[in-house]
C-alpha cells in the first residue's frame, strides 16, 4: 500500500466528472488512497466512490460556499501531510496528468521529488469541437476529444508537501517559491463534452438560484451564475476559431510563469501572470485513453 501520493476532492452530483476522476485516481494511487466530501451525502456519490475514504456533509446552500469549501480542503491537506508525502487536491473536473512520455506513472514520478514544495502543473482545457468531434464519450474522454487551449487559470498549485495555505478557488498559495515541472499538466475538462457541460450549467445556476443572492453578495465562482453564463452553443462553437498551433512544445509558456512571479500584493500569496492565450493544440497521440 503506497503512502507517497494522495487526492482530495469535493464535489456535489457532478458523476461524469467524478467517474473520470476515480479511473484516473482510483486506478493510479489505489481508491484507499483517495479522499471525497461528498457535498449533500448524494446515494450516487457513495455507490460510486465505493471504496474510497467518502466523507458526507450537509448540503445546505449558503453564499459562502467557495470559503467554506476551501478551509475544509485546506484542513483535509494538512492533516493527510502528516501520512502522505504529496497531496493533491483541486475540483472533480481536474486532473493531474504526468506526460507519457515519461515512461512511467504519477506515483513513481512524486517518489522521486524533494518534498516541502508546492508543484505547479501546466493548466490545458480540454475542449469539445463540435465541428468535428462527433463520438459520444462513452468512458476514456482522451480519444474521443484530443483538443486542447491554454489555460493559465488552471495552472494551480495543487501538489503539496509543504505546510502552506491554499487561497479560495485553489489558484494561489503561500508558498513563495514556484516549481513547475516539465512532465507534468493539470487538465480541466468543464469544456470536455457539450451535453454535459449543459447539465452541469444547469445545476449550478440552480443551486445559485437556491441561495437567492447576487454575484457580488456571494464568494462563490461567477461561472455559476445564470446571469453570466452566455448562450451555450456559441462558446463551443467559437472554439473552432482558436488558431491552431504546431507541435506540443510548451516550455515557453512555464518560462513565462517563472518569469512573472511575484507577491499577490499584501495579500501573503504568491502568483504569475495568466494571459489569455487564443490558441489551440492537437494532443499527441501518446495521450489518447489515459483518462
Avoid at 179 to 205: I, Q, S, W
Wanted: some cysteine; aromatic content about 10%; charged content about 25%.
Amino acid at each position: 500500500m503506497q503512502s507517497v501520493v494522495a487526492a482530495v476532492t469535493m464535489m456535489r452530483d457532478d458523476a461524469f466528472f467524478l467517474k473520470a476522476w476515480l479511473r484516473h485516481y482510483g486506478g493510479m494511487l489505489g481508491r484507499e488512497n483517495c479522499y471525497i466530501v461528498n457535498h449533500g451525502r448524494g446515494d450516487a456519490v457513495a455507490r460510486l466512490a465505493e471504496g474510497c475514504n467518502v466523507i458526507g456533509i450537509p448540503g445546505d446552500p449558503h453564499p459562502n460556499f467557495d470559503m467554506k469549501r476551501w478551509r475544509l480542503l485546506n484542513g483535509l491537506v494538512a492533516g493527510l501531510r502528516g501520512y502522505y508525502s504529496h497531496v493533491i487536491v483541486g475540483d472533480v473536473d481536474e486532473l493531474v496528468v504526468l506526460d507519457p512520455e515519461e515512461g512511467r506513472g504519477l506515483v513513481d514520478y512524486l517518489a522521486e521529488q524533494p518534498l516541502r514544495r508546492v508543484l505547479t502543473p501546466l493548466g490545458l482545457e480540454v475542449i469539445h469541437r463540435i465541428d468535428i468531434e462527433e463520438k459520444p464519450i462513452e468512458g476514456q474522454i482522451l480519444g474521443p476529444r484530443r483538443h486542447v487551449r491554454l489555460a493559465p487559470h488552471y495552472s494551480k498549485p495543487c501538489v503539496i508537501s509543504l505546510g502552506t495555505k491554499i487561497a479560495r478557488g485553489g489558484h494561489f498559495t503561500q508558498a513563495s517559491k514556484l516549481f513547475t515541472p516539465e512532465p507534468l499538466y493539470l487538465f480541466h475538462l468543464k469544456f470536455c463534452d457539450f451535453g454535459t457541460y449543459v447539465e452541469a450549467m444547469d445545476r449550478r445556476n440552480a443551486v445559485t438560484d437556491e441561495i437567492g443572492v447576487s454575484v457580488k453578495e456571494a464568494s462563490i465562482g461567477r461561472h455559476w451564475f445564470a446571469e453570466a453564463r452566455g448562450e451555450d452553443r456559441a462558446l463551443f462553437e467559437a472554439f473552432a476559431k482558436l488558431p491552431m498551433q504546431e507541435g506540443f512544445d510548451l516550455a515557453w509558456v512555464r518560462k513565462r510563469m517563472r518569469r512573472s512571479w511575484k507577491a499577490r500584493g499584501e495579500t501573503g500569496y504568491w502568483q504569475f501572470e495568466r494571459p489569455e492565450y487564443d490558441q489551440q493544440y492537437l494532443l499527441p497521440e501518446r495521450f489518447s485513453g489515459l483518462f
